[in-house]
């Protein structure tokens, strides 16, 4: 790999006069600069962003931490992501934290010593170190989907509790009266604020949520089959099902046509998310659409504000989801 000293050496000039035509930190006659440029191209020289970093005090590079990358939801977000940052000059670092709060921690120390500009972070927990971590004056932080207590950073939201009383309602108003909730663990804040709209909308509606009828299982496909199996195996089961995430509403859509029940002839799902593939489930799944793009975009377009200076009270932003009816839901017979 060519270095700094060769393309000086091939372009007659000295090494500074090469840092300073790569950087732009002082005038450089335009003959000398295409010269130095055309020994770049020529030679394949790639100027080192540490080294750069360390002269300009920016590396261009955002951090993104989410909870889990292989998650549908989670990877179209990174994508919007990456495409806003890297339409205003920004590279991004993934982190999943997949697996705990500690690796979540871990992850923060590790974008911390990469010099990051700022992070965009969508947090699955806390703990005393990682606290620390984020209290860093130094990095902006845009916070996605959760608020950490006591974190003071722009946050996004996409207001969880009542796109999950929307969906709700949607089969409520179908007809539907014994209605069941497939949920994630319990202990997630997004698991939380989902059932909490389901809840909130039944006891809007005077109806009654037995115990067996909310279950709590992983956020995968694989939870959402179990879930569904435990729920066509009640006594009563139920009419129609609300399920906190399109990954698990696939697993139950599955578990349900292997049961034999006619959707949405006998039940009717609705899930959470809009994430692709949805609507080419069988049958295409009604769900509620969390406007990820815009959200990624305006959390790119905040933090790189927070980089460059921008001097403004902190924003607290709360988008509305919309309600997708496609053919999983329908009236009750």
């Known amino acids: 790999m060519a270095t700094m000293k060769q393309v000086a050496e091939r372009a007659g000039v000295s090494i500074s006069t090469v840092s300073h035509v790569i950087n732009n930190t002082r005038v450089v006659s335009d003959n000398v600069r295409q010269r130095v440029l055309g020994i770049i191209d020529e030679m394949h020289y790639i100027p080192s962003a540490v080294a750069r970093s360390l002269k300009n005090d920016k590396t261009h590079t955002i951090g993104v931490l989410v909870p889990n990358s292989s998650n549908p939801y989670f990877a179209e977000l990174i994508r919007w992501i990456e495409e806003a940052a890297f339409q205003l ?5 993934l982190c999943n934290a997949h697996g705990g709060e500690h690796k979540q921690t871990a992850y923060l120390r590790l974008l911390m010593e990469k010099r990051i500009d700022g992070l965009v972070l969508v947090a699955s927990g806390a703990d005393d170190e990682q606290d620390l971590l984020l209290h860093n004056p130094s990095v902006p932080i845009v916070q996605l989907e959760r608020a950490l207590p006591g974190l003071d950073a722009d946050l996004i939201l996409a207001g969880e509790e009542e796109g999950a009383h929307q969906a709700t309602r949607h089969l409520i108003d179908l007809g539907h009266r014994a209605i069941a909730c497939v949920a994630g663990p319990a202990a997630l804040p997004r698991t939380r ?15 009654a949520v037995p115990a067996e009828y909310i279950v709590h299982e992983a956020f995968t496909s694989a939870g959402g089959y179990i879930a569904f199996e435990q729920l066509l195996a009640l006594a009563h089961p139920p009419s129609a099902v609300f399920v906190t995430s399109d990954l698990m509403a696939l697993g139950g859509l599955c578990a349900a046509s292997q049961a034999g029940v006619r959707l949405p002839g006998q039940l009717s799902v609705v899930g959470y998310d809009d994430i692709d593939g949805a609507d ?8 509620v659409a969390p406007p990820k793009r815009e959200m990624a975009h305006l959390a790119i377009e905040q933090l790189i504000g927070r980089i460059k200076g921008i001097d403004e009270p902190l924003r607290n932003t709360a988008f509305t989801s919309r309600l997708v009816v496609r053919a999983s839901s329908a009236p009750l017979h």
Not at 89 to 93: L, P, W
Not at 193 to 207: K, P, Q, S, Y
Not at 280 to 287: V, W
């Open 89 to 93: 000059g920004y590279n991004i670092i």
């Open 193 to 207: 604020e989902r059932v909490g709209g389901f809840t909130r909308a039944m006891r809007e509606a005077g109806l």
């Open 280 to 287: 080419y489930a069988s049958p295409p799944l009604t769900t």
